[in-house]
């Protein structure tokens, strides 16, 4: 069975502090998917990254990176010099086919 | 990536109504998703609409509860039935993800049952 687990539920940082998410995942499948969303207030899902199973690089994006490793079953994301826009709940998920998996998602304040 | 527009964005609906929501895309695609988030929770999938046949659902999901239509490749609705405040929920659609990019989600719809 799949399974994805946000260990952290909630995380409070002061602005300009660096966060790292963890994101831990279950699967029997050689070829899955994994993926970041972003949750703000407003409620939509923003899509943030996508890896394959078969592609190990980390990831870097603005502030924004990502760290995938298969030998811990893990896909961390890291939010550098955070900013109070950067405020949401953040779900990782996990795709072996045509299913998705979410997981409970971490839920990040960033204060002035 | 797909464009999904999702309406209405919001509704407050009385118990022991029912509420349709749409979803149409700006693509064909062949597989769309309904998802359901209850407050402070994630996302549980629903069903998944196949344009032609009937929706599968998922485990504690049941057509008279939510049925669900597909008649062509760019839409779909997804109806909450008999609602009950329990049914208090977001409920999104998305469609499945086209290269290098993940799934794309509708903006969702906020429904509230009193």
């Known amino acids: 069975a799949q399974k994805v687990t946000q260990a952290q539920t909630e995380i409070s940082v002061v602005e300009k502090e660096d966060v790292t998410l963890d994101c831990v995942y279950e699967t029997r499948d050689t070829t899955y998917y994994l993926f970041w969303y972003k949750q703000p207030p407003s409620g939509e899902l923003v899509f943030l990254i996508r890896?394959?199973?078969?592609?190990?690089q980390n990831e870097i994006s603005g502030r924004y990176s990502w760290n995938f490793q298969k030998s811990t079953s893990s896909f961390n994301f890291t939010i550098t010099a955070s900013q109070v826009v950067d405020s949401a709940v953040y779900f990782c998920a996990l795709s072996g086919g045509f299913k998705t998996i979410f997981g409970a998602g971490t839920r990040l304040f960033v204060k002035a | 990536s797909a464009v999904i527009s999702q309406k209405p964005s919001r509704d407050i609906c009385q118990r022991g109504t029912s509420l349709t929501i749409q979803c149409q895309v700006d693509s064909q695609v062949t597989m769309m998703f309904w998802y359901r988030q209850q407050p402070g929770q994630s996302l549980t999938l629903i069903a998944t609409?196949?344009?032609?046949?009937?929706?599968?659902?998922e485990s504690g999901f049941v057509i008279d509860k939510f049925p669900i239509s597909r008649p062509n490749l760019t839409f779909s609705t997804l109806t909450v039935s008999n609602m009950s405040p329990e049914d208090s929920s977001i409920y999104l659609c998305?469609?499945?993800?086209?290269?290098?990019?993940?799934?794309?989600f509708g903006s969702g719809t906020r429904l509230t049952v009193v």
């Open positions: 890896r394959n199973s078969f592609d190990e």
């Open positions: 998305s469609v499945i993800p086209t290269l290098d990019y993940g799934y794309t």
């Open positions: 609409a196949n344009q032609g046949s009937e929706a599968t659902y």
